[in-house]
C-alpha cells in the first residue's frame, strides 16, 4: 500500500506541466495531429527555408515556377502519390492495413514536411538546398498510374545550373519495395563534391489509438559495422546520432510500420535525428524523426537505392539479410542475447504456421498448451516440490511449536526432516526461473507482432490492442477509465493459481501476497495488448490445471514423506562397523 501511495504522489508530482496554448502557433510547422494520426497540411514557408533561399540564387531559378501535379501509383498493395513539387512522396497508404480505430489506410509519409524524401546539397556558393523546393518535370503526362502485372518506372527531372537531378522510381506488384535511382548529370555545376544526403523526413505517423506506447516503439534506426543504431525518444525532447563510414541501410518507424533505404553503393556515413513536440498523451504531441544517408560526390552513373516501405512482416524484412528485424526491441541487452533468438527460431515460425491454418486467438491459446507442455519437466519438479512443501505443513508448525524459544533447535529439527523426506525447500526456485527466459520473449514478442494487428479473438475488436469491456465514469491513476476483459480473467486466475500453490496457509503476509500481487498485474496488463493478457489466461489457467494435478498425486502417496528407513542387514551379519558373525555365535543360534 505505501509503494502504491508513493508511486502516485510521484507520478503526480513529477507530471509535466502542458505548454499552454499559442494563438501565433509556437510549436515548429504549426501542426497537429488528430485521433486519426493524420496531421494538417502545413502553411507557409517558415523564413530561411530552402523555398526562399532557392528563390534568392537565380542559379536555380529554371526549377521554380510550375504548377504542381500529383501521380498517384496505385499496386495491389498501396497507393503511392507523388507530387512534383520535390518529385518526391506526398502520400503513400497501405491498403492492407487500417489505422487503429477507423477505416482509413495506414499512412507512411508525414503530411506536414512538404514530401518524404529529399536530396539535400551545397552549392559552390556554399549555400544549402533541398530538392523538395524545386519543381520536377514527370516523364509521363498521366495523373494515375495501374501496376499490373510488371514493374512500372516513373521519372521526375528538374534543370539546376548547367545540370539537373532525375529521380526515378520503379513499384512492383506483390511488393512492398520501391526502387530509387538517383541521377546527378552535370552536378559539378551546382554542387560542391562533398556530395550530398538522401533525407527521409518526418519518420512514419503513429497508427495506433495509444501514442504513448505507440511513441515507445518509434524511432530512427541505421545499420553501420554490422550493429543497428537507433534514435529513441523515451524521456529527452531530442537526440542525434552521426555514424560515418560504411552504413547499410537507415529507417524510420513506428510501432508495427516502417520505411527502409538501402544504398546500392558506398557510403560517407549517415545521420539520425529525433525530435519530440509537446507530450504524446496530447492532441497537438508528436515525435519527428529523420534519417539520412551521406552519399559521396554524384558519378557518371546514377545511385541505387532499394527502399522498403511497408509492415513489419519478419518474413518481408529477414529476406534482405540485413537485419532489419533488429529495429524490433528485445528487452535489455541481458535479457535480449536470449529472448531474440527465441522469438527469431521458435516464436515467428510457429505463429506463421499456426496462423496459416486457424485465426490468431487461437493460434495464441495453442502456443500456450505447446509452452507448458515443453516446460512440463521443468513445472511438474517445481510444482512437485512445492506440493510436497505443503503436505509437511502441520509437520513444521509442531515443530515451531516444540521449539518455539530455541530458533537454532527448531532450525535442526527443520533441516532433520527435510533431510529425512527428501523434500529440498528451494526446489521449487530454480525450475521457474529456468521458465523466465520465454516468459519475457514472450512479453516482448506479443505485443510487437504485427500478426495480431486487426485480429479479433472472443470480444476483442483487435489483439494487438486492449479489449476495453466496460467504461468507467473516472480515470484511476495508473489504470485509466475502461476495464480490459482478458485482464479481468487473468487476474482472477492468477488468484486460484497462487492459492493452489501457498505452502503456508497460516502465514497472513502469504495470504494478503494471494490476493494483492494479482491486483498489481491486473493494473500492469489493463492497457496492454488483448493478445498478451489472452496468452497468460490461458497459460495460467493451465498451470493451475497441473498444479492440483501434481497436488493430488503427492496427497494420494504420503509415504513418499515418510522417514527413510535404513536396509536391515542380511541375516547371519552384523550391521556395518560391528564386525562379521563369529561361528561360534552361529552355531548357538
Not at 375 to 393: D, I, N, V
Not at 422 to 447: D, E, S, T
Not at 483 to 502: E, P, R, Y
Request: proline share 6%; glycine share 8%.
Amino acid at each position: 500500500m505505501l509503494i502504491a501511495i508513493i508511486m502516485v504522489v510521484w507520478l503526480t508530482w513529477l507530471a509535466p506541466t502542458p505548454p499552454a496554448a499559442d494563438p501565433a502557433g509556437a510549436i515548429p510547422d504549426s501542426t497537429v495531429q488528430d485521433a486519426g494520426q493524420e496531421f494538417v497540411e502545413q502553411g507557409e514557408p517558415r523564413v530561411g527555408s530552402v523555398q526562399e533561399l532557392a528563390a534568392d540564387d537565380t542559379t536555380f531559378v529554371p526549377s521554380q515556377g510550375l504548377p504542381e501535379r500529383f501521380i498517384t501509383v496505385e499496386t495491389d498493395l498501396y497507393t503511392a502519390v507523388l507530387s512534383t513539387r520535390g518529385g518526391t512522396f506526398s502520400s503513400f497508404a497501405l491498403k492492407e492495413y487500417t489505422i487503429a480505430g477507423t477505416d482509413r489506410p495506414v499512412q507512411l509519409v508525414d503530411s506536414t514536411k512538404g514530401g518524404a524524401l529529399g536530396v539535400l546539397f551545397t552549392s559552390p556558393g556554399n549555400r544549402n538546398y533541398d530538392t523538395r523546393a524545386f519543381d520536377f518535370v514527370p516523364s509521363t503526362d498521366r495523373e494515375r498510374i495501374e501496376v499490373g502485372d510488371a514493374p512500372v518506372s516513373l521519372s521526375l527531372r528538374t534543370e539546376v545550373g548547367g545540370g539537373a537531378i532525375e529521380l526515378t522510381y520503379t513499384f512492383s506488384p506483390g511488393s512492398y519495395e520501391v526502387g530509387l535511382e538517383v541521377d546527378q548529370p552535370g552536378a559539378s555545376s551546382f554542387s560542391t563534391r562533398e556530395g550530398y544526403e538522401l533525407v527521409w523526413n518526418g519518420g512514419v505517423p503513429f497508427s495506433e489509438l495509444d501514442h504513448e506506447n505507440a511513441a515507445q516503439h518509434t524511432g530512427s534506426f541505421a545499420r553501420s559495422g554490422g550493429e543497428v543504431e537507433s534514435v529513441l525518444l523515451k524521456s529527452e525532447t531530442y537526440d542525434e546520432q552521426s555514424l560515418r563510414g560504411e552504413v547499410d541501410w537507415v529507417a524510420v518507424k513506428n510501432k508495427y510500420f516502417t520505411v527502409v533505404v538501402m544504398p546500392q553503393a558506398t557510403t560517407r556515413g549517415a545521420e539520425l535525428i529525433g525530435e519530440r513536440f509537446g507530450e504524446v498523451s496530447e492532441s497537438y504531441g508528436r515525435h519527428d524523426y529523420v534519417a539520412s544517408l551521406l552519399m559521396p560526390a554524384a558519378e557518371a552513373t546514377p545511385d541505387t537505392f532499394r527502399m522498403y516501405m511497408g509492415p513489419m512482416l519478419y518474413g518481408n524484412l529477414n529476406g534482405y539479410d540485413l537485419d532489419l528485424y533488429n529495429m524490433v526491441d528485445f528487452g535489455w541487452d541481458f535479457f535480449e542475447i536470449i529472448t531474440r533468438p527465441l522469438a527469431r527460431f521458435i516464436f515467428i515460425p510457429a505463429f506463421t504456421y499456426l496462423g496459416s491454418i486457424m485465426p490468431y486467438g487461437w493460434v495464441i491459446i495453442v502456443l500456450a498448451f505447446l509452452i507448458k507442455l515443453v516446460l512440463y519437466p521443468l513445472t511438474k519438479s517445481s510444482f512437485k516440490s512445492m506440493a510436497k512443501m505443503r503436505e509437511l505443513q502441520p509437520r513444521m508448525e509442531a515443530i515451531k511449536e516444540q521449539y518455539a524459544d530455541n530458533p537454532q533447535k527448531q532450525q535442526e529439527a527443520m533441516m532433520k526432516m527435510y533431510k529425512e523426506t527428501g523434500v529440498n525447500p528451494l526446489g521449487g526456485c530454480l525450475p521457474m526461473l529456468l521458465q523466465y527466459p520465454v516468459i519475457i520473449a514472450l512479453w516482448q514478442f506479443l505485443p510487437q507482432a504485427i500478426e495480431l494487428r486487426q485480429q479479433g479473438f472472443l470480444w476483442a475488436q483487435d489483439l494487438s490492442a486492449p479489449d476495453f469491456i466496460l467504461s468507467l465514469p473516472f480515470t484511476i491513476p495508473m489504470y485509466g477509465n475502461a476495464i480490459a476483459g482478458f485482464t479481468l480473467l487473468m487476474g482472477i486466475s492468477m488468484v486460484f493459481q497462487m492459492k493452489l500453490s501457498m505452502t503456508n496457509q497460516s502465514n497472513v503476509q502469504a495470504k494478503i501476497f494471494t490476493y494483492v500481487f494479482p491486483v498489481m498485474i491486473f493494473v500492469i496488463f489493463n492497457k496492454l495488448a488483448s493478445g498478451l493478457n489472452l496468452y497468460y489466461l490461458c497459460y495460467n489457467v493451465l498451470t493451475a490445471v497441473q498444479q492440483k494435478f501434481v497436488n493430488k498425486q503427492v496427497h494420494e502417496h504420503p509415504e513418499e514423506l515418510q522417514p527413510k528407513k535404513k536396509e536391515k542387514a542380511p541375516w547371519g551379519k552384523k550391521e556395518a562397523g560391528r564386525g562379521a558373525v563369529t561361528g561360534k555365535r552361529q552355531g548357538r543360534r
